[in-house]
């Protein structure tokens, strides 16, 4: 008889990642659907995942599936199991946990897709054996989460909006109503908007894979765009270092794939800046896009 597995779901702004996961971590079966566009309906987000867990398990259909763990963007009160809030998908204060449950027959846990990825880069992948780390997946928008003392840091579905630390007074205006966010400066997304406002209107776009392809042929325009971006960064990052401690700091998302063209001027800059604090190990996550669903599956172990 097969080993007892979980569902695994991460659902995000433009794709579903699923997965089911055997204690050791092994994906024994995956899916990958687009994200429903009208999940401000009433029922939506509960639907969409319980047609997800429906895929992975027609995938697998001998699998002893015994928890389901799901993680969403925005906030999330954890405890409760319900979405509160999320901008970008436009839905507040949805109960998933209890009704999911019920659809599907198993128990379920709902958690926050980047705290998530933390747990599961803690349990599979490069934070193994760290107790203070700081996670920050650089995407088109920029999240957060922080593990202190072995503890992941939850505060009650608010912590990890590290998107929103102002790194540069009255800089670009942040759709969240604020102006410097560290997002409109070193996410995916920012850079190539501040690349674009380098070229001539009507070139053709360079998203941030491509300036950073520029910035190692030494392209001003693009040097200057991600000269900004690590500063900024490395302002957020030495600031958390200073107010949480942590040793251990993971970069991940698609800048990440920049490897040490990031990672080099970034560890530079926060060793600069820092006086007495200890110089935190700066790297790049391993998990890559399945660090959400891993991690929800971590959550869904939890359960069993």
């Not at 699998?63 to 979405?83: L, S």
Request: some cysteine; proline content about 7%; aromatic content about 4%.
């Amino acid at each position: 008889m097969p080993a007892p597995v979980v569902a695994g779901i991460d659902l995000g702004g433009t794709r579903i990642k699923a997965a089911l996961v055997d204690r050791d971590g092994t994906q024994v079966a995956t899916t990958l659907t687009p994200t429903p566009g009208d999940l401000d309906r009433p029922g939506a987000l509960v639907d969409a995942l319980a047609a997800t867990f429906d895929r992975l398990r027609a995938e697998a259909p001998e699998a002893e599936v015994v928890a389901c763990g799901a993680v969403v963007p925005g906030i999330v009160d954890d405890a409760r199991g319900v979405a509160v809030y999320a901008s970008n998908l436009r839905w507040r204060d949805v109960p998933v946990a209890k009704p999911l449950a019920e659809r599907l027959g198993v128990p379920v846990a709902l958690g926050h897709d980047v705290r998530a990825g933390l747990r599961a880069e803690v349990e599979w992948g490069a934070a193994r054996g760290s107790r203070n780390v700081l996670f920050l997946p650089l995407g088109t928008g920029i999240a957060g989460a922080l593990m202190l003392d072995g503890h992941l840091v939850v505060a009650d579905g608010w912590s990890g909006e590290v998107g929103h630390v102002i790194v540069e007074p009255g800089g670009p205006q942040c759709p969240c109503g604020a102006r410097g966010c560290l997002e409109t400066l070193a996410s995916a997304a920012a850079v190539a908007r501040g690349y674009a406002a380098h070229v001539p209107a009507g070139a053709p776009p360079v998203d941030a894979k491509g300036v950073a392809a520029l910035v190692a042929e030494g392209e001003p325009a693009a040097v200057a765009v991600w000269d900004r971006a690590v500063d900024a960064l490395s302002r957020a990052v030495a600031m958390l270092v200073s107010a949480t401690g942590v040793d251990h700091v993971l970069v991940g998302g698609g800048l990440s794939q920049s490897g040490e063209l990031l990672l080099e001027p970034l560890r530079a800059q926060v060793k600069a800046t820092l006086t007495f604090q200890r110089m935190p190990r700066i790297e790049r996550a391993t998990l890559g896009d399945r660090a959400g669903s891993l991690g929800s599956a971590c959550l869904a172990w939890d359960l069993v």
